[in-house]
């Protein structure tokens, strides 16, 4: 039990700081979000996590790998 008590104090805290970092369209979604973490904790963080991307329209990220030329490597010993 004191596990699953955890895990929902963790995953709220994890929302509401992901909020808080989150770049949102408007102020009202942003408020919006931390008030549905804060009432509804668990649901309501797994439901900002799952459509985070639609209410703060921030863009998916994407990796590109970086080429290293062997000269780059080289040290001055």
Do not use: D
């Not at 509401?16 to 979000?33: P, Y």
């Not at 008030?35 to 509804?40: A, H, L, P, Q, T």
Request: hydrophobic fraction near 55%; proline fraction near 1%; aromatic fraction near 14%.
């Amino acid at each position: 039990m004191l596990v699953y008590i955890l895990l929902a104090i963790t995953i709220t805290v994890l929302a509401v700081r992901n909020i808080l970092k989150t770049e949102f369209k408007q102020l009202f979604m942003k408020i919006f979000c931390i008030i549905s973490v804060i009432i509804f904790p668990v649901i309501g963080a797994l439901v900002y996590f799952q459509f985070k991307r639609r209410l703060a329209g921030s863009k998916r990220r994407t990796f590109q790998l970086k080429t290293y030329r062997a000269s780059n490597f080289s040290s001055s010993l």
